[in-house]
């Protein structure tokens, strides 16, 4: 049976990650995310303070490439990128 034959779509929201991929993977693996059946919705607050800033914004990218998959950035990410736009028009 397809999800969609027995109605389990559940919507999963995770934010706040800061980094950490390692505990993203661990939460999706916790939730039983299926990309067929679910609703993925991130929250922002990818980058900051964990150690795999770019792998965690990485692998949200490559995530939304499922359309049942929604990401927005939180004011971490914001920051990130007002930091290297000035870092890049002061170079």
């Not at 927005?72 to 002061?90: A, Q, V, Y």
């Amino acid at each position: 049976m397809t999800c969609r034959e027995v109605r389990i779509i559940r919507t999963i929201a995770i934010s706040d990650i800061h980094g950490y991929n390692r505990t993203f993977e661990v939460l999706l693996s916790l939730t039983g995310y299926n990309p067929v059946c679910d609703k993925l919705v991130l929250l922002g607050d990818y980058v900051d303070r964990g150690p795999a800033s770019l792998e965690l914004v990485m692998r949200v990218r490559q995530l939304t490439e499922n359309p049942n998959v929604k990401a927005i950035g939180g004011n971490h990410d914001d920051m990130f990128l007002r930091w290297l736009i000035k870092k890049s028009t002061l170079s």
